[in-house]
């Protein structure tokens, strides 16, 4: 079965620009959650996505927004975009009937200059 | 604030030496996951704990979900340099999932 696949895996941008991520989930798992690691923060949890419908959001201003299509597949957007954006962003999938284990792609690696 | 204090934050060791790590927290978990992320990529689930007391064995790896199922350690024996990267643990609860900050460990050969 094929994993979490996340695109594009670099990106560069510069600030003010906005920004799309795409993640398709592991087939069958309708639960796609993002989130963003950097070094002195860990991972800090964005949103979750569930059957379309964001389910859980953490705290993280406005610009970061998401969705998810009818085939779980997820977006995430950053708008107007600042240096401190630079990051990995990860999305993970999830069944949620295993008690929520997430299953991480390979991250979007998003350089902001 | 962590939900879930990981320590140590960082450790380097040599080849052959055992480690604990450590990930604790205030509040129960229904499980508790343990992820290795090596550099440039997404962490990777290593063990699911679900029962306070559970031991769980991965070859050189043995995890410890608390009585309580507030903690959880992590024991390496006779690290090896493959056993490097960040070793994050996240606990779930009512459908939520929340990581520590993780320990960074290099084994150095």
């Known amino acids: 079965k094929a994993g979490v696949t996340q695109t594009p895996r670099y990106l560069i941008k510069t600030r003010g620009q906005q920004v799309t991520l795409s993640c398709s989930p592991i087939?069958?798992?309708?639960?796609v959650s993002w989130y963003q690691q950097t070094p002195g923060q860990g991972l800090q949890f964005l949103f979750e996505?569930?059957?379309?419908?964001?389910?859980n959001k953490g705290n993280f201003p406005g610009r970061f927004s998401g969705r998810q299509f009818s085939n779980s597949r997820s977006e995430m957007n950053v708008s107007t975009l600042e240096l401190g954006d630079s990051a990995l962003y990860l999305c993970?999938?999830?069944?949620?009937?295993?008690?929520?284990?997430?299953?991480f792609g390979a991250g979007t690696r998003l350089s902001v200059l | 604030t962590q939900l879930l204090e990981q320590s140590p934050q960082f450790l380097s060791i040599q080849e052959g030496e055992n480690l604990t790590v450590y990930c604790n927290s205030s509040?129960?978990?229904?499980?508790l996951q343990w992820y290795r992320q090596e550099p440039g990529e997404g962490p990777v689930l290593l063990v699911t704990?679900?029962?306070?007391?559970e031991v769980k064995k991965l070859k050189r790896l043995t995890f410890q979900f608390g009585d309580a199922r507030k903690d959880s350690s992590l024991h390496i024996t006779a690290a090896q340099p493959g056993d490097t990267g960040l070793y994050l643990c996240?606990?779930?609860?009512?459908?939520?999932?929340?990581f520590g900050a993780g320990t960074r460990l290099t084994v150095k050969p």
């Open positions: 993970a999938s999830s069944h949620r009937l295993d008690g929520n284990i997430q299953y």
């Open positions: 087939s069958g798992h309708r639960s």
């Open positions: 996505y569930f059957s379309e419908t964001q389910r």
């Open positions: 509040s129960v978990f229904s499980s």
């Open positions: 704990v679900v029962t306070g007391g």
């Open positions: 996240a606990g779930a609860s009512n459908n939520d999932m929340r």
